[in-house]
């Protein structure tokens, strides 16, 4: 069984950062892709980012694209997701997913395995 984490969400004012980690434990770190994903009361789950077992790949969804960065540290078992420039509109709970698929689209549609409780970011204006 594998277990996900998440930590480091919290109140932040427009305009700051904030790093949230994942820590995974049960299985082997590295034969999963990785994602964080955002939901809001009343919405649907929004991807947010993923990126492959050895991270050689990244993928974004638009609206984070150039203040979102992914990465891994598979020695660590453990995922982040660094967010600068936040804005109210990222205020969500973040939740990581792992799964074994290599498909970017299913990393992006949400067709994982396994799926942390999430962590609350408030972003305030």
């Known amino acids: 069984q594998v277990q996900l984490v998440e930590s480091g969400g919290g109140l932040v004012q427009a305009g700051g950062s904030l790093r949230l980690s994942c820590a995974v434990s049960g299985r082997t770190f590295s034969s999963y892709s990785m994602g964080w994903f955002r939901q809001t009361p009343g919405k649907e789950r929004e991807f947010v980012a993923a990126?492959?077992?050895?991270?050689?790949?990244?993928y974004y969804t638009d609206s984070v694209k150039g203040r979102f960065t992914i990465s891994r540290d598979n020695a660590k078992n453990t995922l982040y997701l660094e967010m600068n420039s936040l804005k109210p509109e990222d205020t969500a709970v973040y939740l990581c997913?792992?799964?074994?698929?290599?498909?970017?689209?299913?990393?992006?549609?949400?067709?994982?395995?396994?799926w942390g409780k999430g962590t609350l970011v408030t972003v305030s204006s």
């Open positions: 997913t792992a799964g074994v698929t290599w498909a970017p689209s299913a990393m992006m549609s949400g067709r994982m395995d396994y």
């Open positions: 990126i492959t077992r050895t991270g050689s790949s990244k």
